[in-house]
């Protein structure tokens, strides 16, 4: 990870940036805001920034938002005054450090807030086929398109083939294509040129140049619009890109990895995806296989996240209970790794006595995991029948778009929240889900927040 500090570097911030040197981060370091959004806009990229509470945190977001600059915020400071630490927060910080540091403080919120630590966790046969493809492949300079449900870890796989390619000593940057707003997408990937648009007072380095010689991962690819679809085939066919607002193309040196969780030839037959760029993206596919359909998986991946998160919480390690492993191994985790990660982060911290029992196991609506086999209580189908008889019941008199409202909505509640596992289950576009949530929130209804800690996803 790339961590900017930001601050005079005192004896404790100083001892900061040691210790988040020894998490493995590689660290710069500038005295002010400004220098900051300097740094970023040149390109000297970093996934995270910390910054003293004394600076204006408000100031340095709002500056770096104007530049289309994203990137997440912890708030450090000497003494951790409860009142300046609430300030830095709701300035847009996303968590503080007090100083003097602490090793394993400073640990937790890095992995927390940048979570690009996460080794690829497998012995199914059914993973290991892909794993081997992409050994063989890693090396190549070929575009790799990586499939598969939401949730299943490509972007995990794309780290593994970066740190086993040719271009591992250098940058590997990661677009996510869905989160950023298409008007900001395209500064975003390019950089732009000082005057391209209101708030661009200088030139900025786009992830493209930022990934020079390295890897850019384009997650999400197919939630791209059309005209920058355009745009990134000439950058993959040419190796050259165009600033927004520039008068002369760019050259680059760089792998293209991309990710999709929608079948992207059906993208191509109604119309929404180039088919020349996805024959250049598509070099190589590595699909991944649900979690289902690698039961193997999911035990190791079970015991590695109780392993993680006891640590990161400083709780005792627990083995999982003979009965856990068996309703874990028959449950469909329908949000595949992302889910079981956030089940067992639960688990851990619910768990009371020697071993991880059911009842520690929960999905996210509180419920534990069905026993193995299914229900198998006596009348159980004809309650299914009769609830479901109710539930239809209930929708006579409503409108279409009454009954879409609630489904958004409910979908997303029981995904906590998170747009792109939400709109994978409802079958469309994350861009689609976001327009008809807007019109809810303008309408003046409740949209469930993307949720933190425990249910993150």
């Given at each position: 990870?790339?961590?900017?500090?930001?601050?005079?570097?005192?004896?404790?911030?100083?001892?900061?940036?040691?210790?988040?040197?020894?998490?493995?981060?590689?660290?710069?370091?500038?005295?002010?805001?400004?220098?900051?959004?300097?740094?970023?806009?040149?390109?000297?990229?970093?996934?995270?920034?910390?910054?003293?509470?004394?600076?204006?945190?408000?100031?340095?977001?709002?500056?770096?938002?104007?530049?289309?600059?994203?990137?997440?915020?912890?708030?450090?400071?000497?003494?951790?005054?409860?009142?300046?630490?609430?300030?830095?927060?709701?300035?847009?910080?996303?968590?503080?450090?007090?100083?003097?540091?602490?090793?394993?403080?400073?640990?937790?919120?890095?992995?927390?807030?940048?979570?690009?630590?996460?080794?690829?966790?497998?012995?199914?046969?059914?993973?290991?086929?892909?794993?081997?493809?992409?050994?063989?492949?890693?090396?190549?300079?070929?575009?790799?398109?990586?499939?598969?449900?939401?949730?299943?870890?490509?972007?995990?796989?794309?780290?593994?083939?970066?740190?086993?390619?040719?271009?591992?000593?250098?940058?590997?940057?990661?677009?996510?294509?869905?989160?950023?707003?298409?008007?900001?997408?395209?500064?975003?990937?390019?950089?732009?040129?000082?005057?391209?648009?209101?708030?661009?007072?200088?030139?900025?380095?786009?992830?493209?140049?930022?990934?020079?010689?390295?890897?850019?991962?384009?997650?999400?690819?197919?939630?791209?619009?059309?005209?920058?679809?355009?745009?990134?085939?000439?950058?993959?066919?040419?190796?050259?890109?165009?600033?927004?607002?520039?008068?002369?193309?760019?050259?680059?040196?760089?792998?293209?990895?991309?990710?999709?969780?929608?079948?992207?030839?059906?993208?191509?037959?109604?119309?929404?995806?180039?088919?020349?760029?996805?024959?250049?993206?598509?070099?190589?596919?590595?699909?991944?296989?649900?979690?289902?359909?690698?039961?193997?998986?999911?035990?190791?991946?079970?015991?590695?996240?109780?392993?993680?998160?006891?640590?990161?919480?400083?709780?005792?390690?627990?083995?999982?209970?003979?009965?856990?492993?068996?309703?874990?191994?028959?449950?469909?985790?329908?949000?595949?790794?992302?889910?079981?990660?956030?089940?067992?982060?639960?688990?851990?911290?619910?768990?009371?006595?020697?071993?991880?029992?059911?009842?520690?196991?929960?999905?996210?609506?509180?419920?534990?995991?069905?026993?193995?086999?299914?229900?198998?209580?006596?009348?159980?189908?004809?309650?299914?029948?009769?609830?479901?008889?109710?539930?239809?019941?209930?929708?006579?008199?409503?409108?279409?778009?009454?009954?879409?409202?609630?489904?958004?909505?409910?979908?997303?509640?029981?995904?906590?929240?998170?747009?792109t596992h939400a709109a994978n289950i409802l079958g469309i576009s994350i861009r689609t889900l976001r327009n008809k949530?807007?019109?809810?929130?303008?309408?003046?209804?409740?949209?469930?927040?993307?949720?933190?800690?425990?249910?993150?996803?």
């Amino acid at each position: 990870m790339r961590l900017l500090v930001v601050g005079r570097l005192s004896g404790q911030l100083a001892a900061a940036v040691k210790m988040a040197m020894s998490t493995g981060a590689k660290v710069s370091h500038v005295e002010t805001g400004a220098q900051a959004t300097d740094s970023l806009r040149r390109g000297q990229g970093a996934e995270l920034l910390m910054v003293d509470y004394d600076l204006d945190i408000a100031g340095l977001i709002a500056a770096n938002e104007a530049e289309r600059i994203h990137v997440p915020v912890v708030a450090c400071g000497v003494g951790a005054d409860p009142r300046r630490a609430a300030d830095a927060i709701r300035a847009g910080a996303k968590e503080f450090i007090p100083l003097p540091p602490d090793a394993e403080l400073i640990a937790a919120v890095l992995a927390a807030v940048a979570d690009d630590e996460r080794p690829l966790v497998t012995s199914d046969p059914a993973m290991q086929q892909v794993l081997k493809l992409a050994d063989q492949v890693a090396k190549s300079e070929a575009s790799i398109l990586i499939t598969g449900e939401s949730g299943v870890g490509k972007e995990v796989m794309a780290r593994y083939v970066h740190a086993k390619s040719r271009r591992a000593d250098k940058p590997f940057i990661s677009v996510n294509c869905a989160a950023i707003p298409e008007n900001l997408l395209e500064s975003e990937l390019f950089g732009h040129e000082k005057g391209a648009f209101t708030g661009a007072v200088a030139r900025r380095i786009g992830k493209f140049e930022e990934a020079d010689g390295g890897t850019l991962l384009l997650d999400e690819i197919s939630e791209m619009d059309a005209r920058l679809q355009a745009k990134l085939l000439r950058a993959i066919q040419e190796r050259v890109i165009d600033r927004v607002g520039g008068q002369k193309p760019v050259k680059v040196d760089i792998r293209i990895l991309a990710t999709s969780n929608r079948d992207l030839a059906q993208a191509v037959k109604e119309g929404t995806f180039r088919e020349d760029l996805l024959y250049r993206l598509n070099v190589v596919n590595l699909r991944l296989p649900a979690l289902r359909e690698r039961p193997a998986d999911v035990v190791v991946l079970a015991e590695h996240f109780v392993k993680k998160y006891a640590a990161a919480n400083g709780v005792a390690q627990r083995p999982i209970a003979a009965e856990a492993r068996r309703r874990l191994i028959a449950h469909p985790w329908p949000g595949n790794v992302r889910e079981l990660e956030n089940a067992m982060h639960r688990a851990v911290l619910l768990a009371i006595g020697d071993e991880i029992d059911v009842d520690a196991i929960r999905l996210p609506d509180g419920q534990p995991l069905a026993a193995a086999g299914g229900a198998s209580t006596p009348g159980y189908a004809a309650q299914a029948a009769q609830a479901a008889d109710a539930a239809a019941r209930a929708f006579v008199g409503r409108t279409v778009a009454e009954m879409e409202q609630q489904l958004i909505l409910d979908t997303l509640g029981h995904c906590l929240g998170n747009r792109t596992h939400a709109a994978n289950i409802l079958g469309i576009s994350i861009r689609t889900l976001r327009n008809k949530l807007n019109e809810y929130a303008a309408a003046g209804v409740p949209v469930p927040a993307p949720q933190s800690g425990l249910s993150a996803a």
